[in-house]
């Protein structure tokens, strides 16, 4: 009987020292939530006063001209069943090459080689055109010339 007695009596001292000790947590989290309330209330005043002084910035963007514009070019489309069909093919291709280049990444060494290449040729690439007047000069023709096919190839 008398170890139940000093068991309890040992218990209800735990308890009561994690009582005093929850206390004085609590009373020293008190000042610190204030201090996050004032705090989020000053953010909030100043996020107010912010949006009432700030500029609204316009776009140069004009997004019923580029509606239209897709709105014509499909009306101006005449096998609209086909360019669906392609649009949807060109869809499942960019996932099954995503998918593949995925599992390449997923090798150990590839991703590391990928990177020395993609390097690789844009230093070749930088070399090539963009680094003299007269090869960019180049570049900016073969532009042009491409343009001029891909824009001449539909009539």
Do not use: H
């Amino acid at each position: 009987m008398m170890q139940i007695v000093t068991k309890k009596a040992s218990t209800s001292a735990a308890i009561a020292a994690r009582k005093t000790t929850v206390a004085s947590r609590s009373a020293n989290a008190l000042p610190a939530l204030n201090a996050r309330r004032n705090l989020s209330t000053v953010s909030k005043r100043m996020n107010k006063d912010a949006r009432s002084s700030s500029v609204v910035v316009q776009s140069k963007i004009d997004t019923d001209e580029i509606i239209s514009t897709v709105t014509e070019k499909w009306d101006s489309v005449e096998n609209k069943p086909q360019a669906i069909i392609y649009a949807g093919g060109a869809f499942v291709a960019i996932v099954i090459v995503n998918s593949i280049v995925g599992a390449i990444n997923g090798l150990p060494l590839f991703p590391k080689i990928f990177e020395l290449v993609g390097l690789g040729y844009s230093a070749w690439f930088t070399y090539k055109y963009l680094l003299f007047k007269s090869s960019r000069a180049e570049l900016l023709a073969d532009i042009e010339e491409l343009k001029a096919k891909v824009l001449n190839s539909g009539e």
